[in-house]
């Protein structure tokens, strides 16, 4: 075959002049497939919606429909540092007033002011259960206050440094929320326990808790969710180290103790407990 054959093949193949053909097929050819799948595109978008629509029905705006239960909440601290290690040097006022710091913007929406303005006192040692009317949301739930008094020596009200300077500092745990979570049975309160690990054991000294005993009180439980509880306030409990061993790496975990959490998995080194790495130093 030619190549001008060739050439006149696959022009006709493209736009045949005299069948009025394009690409092979006529012009109600190529409508007929067009309006095919057009209709079939329409009718898998529809499906798409109408799916969509449904699954949205089951869904509560407030929580989840479905939720996993954690065994274990996770445990964070304020300040963390760089890779939970907090070190500074008690002469070098700019290597720890950036944890100073962290914690004044931490702590700021636990003052007394904005406690009372936006949460209510409760009655401690006991759940606060807001449950609903059958199909009437009890919404927006209210929430207790936790004033950054209770954290007393902790709180940074009296002492701006948060012991940093003095080579006593304040570390604040919070544990994390679980939605429908009660962390306690029989009246009995989850407490936090920090301790050296056990190469550091001599080292760790005397230990603070505040609020008395580190307890997280039943009366911040259970929590209800972001959109339910718009002015929540996540209790804390904060430890001040009052004389450890100074100029050296001290390894500190600290746990949550609780009758009706269970233990963290050794695989999951935040479930119900938190490790960080301390070092004061004092010379220059």
Not at 24 to 48: K, N, Q
Not at 209 to 215: D, F, I
Request: net charge neutral.
């Amino acid at each position: 075959m030619s190549k001008d054959a060739e050439k006149s093949t696959w022009k006709d193949f493209i736009w045949n002049s005299r069948t009025r053909e394009f690409c092979g097929r006529t012009g109600s050819s190529w409508g007929l497939i067009l309006l095919f799948y057009l209709v079939f595109y329409i009718f898998l978008a529809g499906m798409f919606c109408l799916t969509m629509y449904v699954m949205l029905q089951t869904l509560d705006d407030h929580k989840p429909t479905w939720q996993d239960r954690l065994g274990t909440p996770g445990m964070m601290i304020r300040p963390r540092g760089e890779a939970m290690e907090i070190i500074y040097n008690t002469h070098n006022t700019e290597s720890w007033d950036m944890y100073a710091k962290t914690l004044d913007n931490f702590l700021s929406p636990y003052n007394n002011s904005l406690q009372a303005e936006k949460n209510e006192e409760c009655t401690p040692d006991q759940y606060f259960v807001q449950a609903d009317s059958g199909d009437v949301k009890n919404n927006p739930k209210r929430s207790c206050q936790f004033n950054r008094t209770f954290l007393e020596e902790c709180s940074g009200l009296d002492d701006h440094t948060y012991g940093y300077q003095a080579g006593k500092p304040c570390i604040i745990i919070k544990l994390n929320r679980v939605i429908g979570m009660l962390p306690g049975k029989d009246g009995q309160a989850p407490f936090v326990t920090c301790g050296a690990k056990k190469e550091d054991s001599d080292k760790i000294g005397e230990v603070a808790y505040y609020p008395e005993n580190g307890t997280f009180n039943l009366m911040y439980y259970p929590y209800y969710g972001k959109k339910a509880q718009v002015n929540y306030s996540q209790p804390l409990v904060a430890i001040k180290f009052l004389n450890m061993t100074l100029n050296e790496d001290i390894n500190i975990e600290c746990r949550i103790i609780s009758n009706n959490i269970p233990p963290g998995s050794e695989r999951d080194k935040f479930a119900g407990k938190v490790s960080f790495k301390l070092r004061i130093n004092t010379k220059n």
